[in-house]
């Protein structure tokens, strides 16, 4: 199992702008690399059936660029540029090794044929990292004893251990990163576990979500999570931030500040909305053994006049956390087909045709209940059917009763309303 944790550093001033320069040094080497990778790609593209009369490369055509060649250039890097010198080799590979899986992604499709975007110059200022590829290891950059973190050429630091290393875990990789309020350690962990999922058998409890626009969302046995407003409240707040940043001049001390502030509270409202999935997801594993979720095509939904609720919510970023913690607890996510959830009644398999504004589903077999509700029952069917899970008997409500609520957390339990039906 592989995770990541986590910590605040808490470098000296000196240590601070040593780690700021090699961020802003390897910021600039990225972008070379990448300009060269583009150059190269440009000269050299020519689609294979076309005669040299229509389009030929022109001029001298460079050697092939990638990870090697640019890896052996480093030399001339640290010759021409001696700054680059004092930098610890290895966070220099890492960093093209970071491009080139990046543009790996952009010209490769993957398995599903998926391809990433096309990597990005970097701009001053925008996220600055870098990355020890070994800790805790002989020849390694990193090594953290305690609370103490010893980087080669920058010295030690203390690190704020909110939590402890879990037992049994060896220390992979630490990339050090900056954020609005500081610098932070990114620790990969890794043990030789496969967390083992329950067998399918023992499944005892099941439940099938329905996230919407409304509701953060709806559970087939008939419970709301309310969405949490802190983003629409920070909102106002980000709002006068941002005025009284326009109001200051470009470049100067008081802009710097501004804009600190305002990538402040950026993180913050971040936060809030990560901690806020995690609660979610802990409890709906506390209460279920397998959850069936639908399948969201967020890109296109993100497209629509409804963009903000939803990028509000933040659903992807849930639901891939969702899977994460119920991958982590032995339980069940799985996503189901969303086609026509919201339409198709639960209980009969009749088509009941409605709007975005209809919020009640009502059908012709008499049953009447909240529209999300009845695409979580929906979705749950189909996730048993695909499973073959014979349990569940056939469907419609009271698939699971809820168990007694057993976590402890009292700002989620406000959110969570029953749906009326
Ligand atoms: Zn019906």
Known sequence: MLLTYQYKLNPTPGQAAIMALWGELLRRHWN???????????????????CSLVSEPIGEVSEKVDYYTQASDLRTTKELFPEYKDIYSDCQQQNLMRLD??????????????????????????????????????????????????LSRIGEMAVVLHRSIPNGFNLKQATILHKADGWYVSLSLEDGTVPEPLPVDAIKSVVGIDVGLEK????????????????RKAQKQLARQQRQLSRKQKGSNNYQ??????????????????????????????????????????KGLARTRLAKSILDA????????????????????IEGDARGTSIECSSCGERVEKMLKDRVHSCCCGLVIDRDWNSGINILNRVQRTLGLAFAGCGGLGVALPVKQHFSIVRLEALVTPLCG
């Open 32 to 50: 070379y690399a990448l300009g060269q990778r583009l150059d190269w790609l440009r000269r050299t593209r020519c689609q294979i059936d076309r």
């Open 101 to 150: 899986k990046a543009w790996k992604r952009w010209l490769l499709p993957d398995k599903n044929g998926k391809r990433g975007g096309m990597p990005r110059f970097k701009k001053r200022g925008d996220i600055c990292s870098f990355t020890f590829p070994r800790v805790n290891c002989p020849k390694a950059g990193a090594t953290l004893t305690g609370n103490t973190l010893k």
């Open 216 to 231: 953060f969302l709806a559970t087939s046995d008939g419970q709301a999570v309310q969405i949490p407003q802190f983003y």
């Open 257 to 298: 500040k501004q804009a600190n502030r305002v990538a402040k509270l950026h993180l913050h409202i971040a936060r809030q909305r990560k901690d806020f999935h995690y609660q979610v997801a802990h409890w709906l594993c506390d209460l279920y053994d397998l959850i069936a979720f639908e399948h969201l095509n967020i």
């Open 314 to 333: 933040a659903w992807g970023a849930f639901l891939n956390i969702l899977q994460a913690v119920a991958v982590k607890r032995g339980k069940w996510a």
